[in-house]
């Protein structure tokens, strides 16, 4: 395999407000949820490069922007998507990442 796609699925826990663009928010978790799990693979993932092994999309399924922020009531549904552009990757989000959400299954 080398290269993996994966939606992944949230809801907020409780109310609150996104402030602007929502790609550095998943950027951010991106990068957090690796360091709980592989902290080695955070650390590659992490080094300057002329080409990252991924793309992340912004947050999506959130209500339009309004005066530069969105409300969010507790269960608001949103979703991001992952592609891994390497084997090695792709074979550590499905060993490693994925499972560590708790909410996963392999669609093959």
Do not use: K, N, Y
Not at 16 to 30: E, I, K, M, N, S
């Amino acid at each position: 395999m080398t290269l993996c796609a994966a939606v992944i699925q949230l809801a907020a826990v409780e109310a609150g407000t996104v402030v602007g663009a929502t790609g550095r928010a998943v950027h951010g978790l991106w990068f957090w949820h690796w360091q709980q799990v592989a902290p080695a693979v955070a650390e590659m993932l992490h080094a300057p490069a002329a080409a990252q092994p991924f793309t992340l999309s912004p947050l999506l399924g959130l209500p339009r922007l309004q005066g530069g922020q969105v409300s969010l009531a507790p269960g608001a549904p949103a979703w991001f998507r992952v592609t891994t552009l390497t084997a090695e990757l792709s074979a550590r989000l499905e060993s490693d990442w994925l499972p560590e959400t708790g909410c996963w299954s392999p669609i093959r």
